[in-house]
């Protein structure tokens, strides 16, 4: 996973990854009623919207960005037909070349954590008929339960080339409140970004880069700083670009002197573009492009 | 929530989840062989096996437990069909008149937490058409990323008299590995056990008891003792009774002096009891019948 996102991200020259988090706020009139003239108001409505307004979104940034984000709580609200969607937005991202990260920051353990890994990474396995589910490259997980919680997921990242950010700084406000903690002389983030490079040190890429991540807040550009150190060869899923209010320059901290070691994430400064634009609504994958070329250009001012 | 849950407790003189956690290996021959012959070794055949499975077992116990706890894990697994079967148990749970804890262990911020948590414990609203999607009466969380990752879950608590199980010391382990980590005098579950409360505290039912409660394993049973001073007004659902290894007398401290404070959950002890025990395959809703009933008598012979 880790070597292909680093191809990508060189290929396209842009460390850029487009969140899918559609909101039925985002998407334009047109799609939402073909969508409900077909399935109603309904959750299969909403779902159908969403995945006909992904479309259009990757179609339009394909080239330009390595990877994409689906945010599976916004998919997950609607119910199976909701899931249906978010397999069927990876399925068509894949199609068009782009590495899936899989936003759905699970944690739990034993068997249960062995599920999760089977579904997302791995293969389920039906009295011996294989299936890949969900078919991620690689997921967001959170660390809270400890190695044990984690190791089914390696287990599949080794065995399917596969990948993982797991959380150490969040980029919300309350992040700090457990997250800030002073643990033995350092604070807690630090402490799990030191497990984090542990646990990934016996995945390192071709790329020198380790196929277990970490997801670092923009937000927190003093600890992004000094997680960079404690984390050298793992890549970090940098959320809070945009409309949460990091900036390209908070960002420069993120990556390493090669250029490479962060991915940053954009998603409704990209997916609902058209909102702050010039563009109408049945222009919003050409506004997405635009945004993208914008980030892009901001990304590199700094980098 | 929380009030339906400890009447429940009370008239059935039982604090026992029963959670459906089924996987392939517990069901029995005869319900897959039917599975298969409709849908094939494949997700929906695999799910479809999971609800008629689910069924037999809430026939059996549901007027001797108050409540289950199906692990989404087991059913997101198989995708779309999966989740399919989680919302029907669900439904057929509590048409059966049981309380449902949801075992989603979601963490997540903003927007994202809002949309699991509409999903999960409120309603999603599809341009002014309302869906009630998972209907659980409550759900477990990660509190990892702080406060504002878990208030739009206190929200819909208290619109939708709902609740939470925060997960605060878990059963595995490597649990300690972060838990367990001292920070600023105490170990860091303390510190966690330290917020729920205060974030419960504004959700008191008329039991007494808040609707926020914390998932306190009962494979460390010091540690439930002093969660259990510290979070006297919070339930605690306890992980770890029966095949993770944790006997009745390692329990007790996990309840109150008036008898009520914690439910305890056992999953394969109950739904796989068949296969230690004189029972066919034919019978597995009778000999998880029989392991309620002497799950409630050891629980008893402590309390």
Known sequence: MIDALIKGIQQKSNPTVVGLDPRLSFIPTFIKEEAFGKFGKTPKGAAEAFYQFNKGIIDAVHDLVPAVKPQVAMYEQYGAVGIGAYINTIEYAKEKGLVIIGDIKRGDIATTAEAYSDGHLGEVDIEDEKYMVYDEDSITINPYLGYDSVEPYISNCKKFNRGLFILVKTSNPNSGEIQDLEV?????????????????????????????????????????????????????????????????KDLKVCFNKDGLGAIVNSSRGIIAAYKNSNYTERQYAEAAREAVIEMQRDLKSVL
Chains 1, 2 share one sequence.
Not at 194 to 204: A, D, P, T
Not at 211 to 235: D, F, K, W
């Open 184 to 248: 033995e002389g350092e604070k807690l983030y630090k402490r799990v970004g030191r497990l984090v490079n542990k646990w990934g040190s016996e995945l390192i890429g071709e790329s020198g880069y380790s196929q277990i991540g970490a997801v670092v807040g923009a937000t927190h550009s003093a600890q992004a700083e000094e997680l960079r150190e404690i984390m050298p060869n793992n890549y970090f899923l940098v959320p809070g670009y945009g409309a949460q209010g990091a900036k390209a």
